[in-house]
């Protein structure tokens, strides 16, 4: 069973809105620590948001008033919501789960373009 499953991607227009959920199984999602991270093509992998167990949230400068991050503990669900999406915003979006151990989730693409 896959611990972290991604869902909501798609494509989208620039100037447009999404938003992620990963939803996590097998794990106590509570006492993760989780993010967001993205790669686009022949680029590295790179850091979007994070939320602590604590809900402290990060975010990368490039997403800053643009992208949220959330999480339910309850649904064991992580969120992101993207907003005024821009074509260099394209990339897939991995969900991450992390303590001591880490997961991933296998990604879901968001292509913006017009």
């Known amino acids: 069973q896959v611990p972290l499953v991604e869902s909501g991607g798609g494509l989208v227009q620039p100037g447009g809105s999404l938003r992620l959920s990963c939803t996590a199984s097998?794990?106590?999602?509570?006492?993760?620590?989780m993010g967001w991270y993205r790669q686009a093509p022949e680029k590295q992998r790179e850091m979007v948001a994070t939320?602590?167990?604590?809900?402290?949230?990060n975010y990368t400068d490039s997403v800053k008033g643009r992208f949220f991050i959330s999480r339910d503990n309850v649904a064991k669900t992580l969120y992101l919501e993207l907003n005024s999406l821009k074509p260099e915003d394209t990339a897939v979006y991995y969900c991450?789960?992390?303590?001591?151990?880490?997961?991933w989730g296998q990604g879901t693409q968001v292509p913006v373009s017009s």
């Open positions: 991450h789960a992390r303590r001591p151990d880490a997961f």
């Open positions: 097998g794990i106590t999602f509570p006492i993760y620590n």
């Open positions: 939320i602590s167990i604590a809900r402290i949230t």
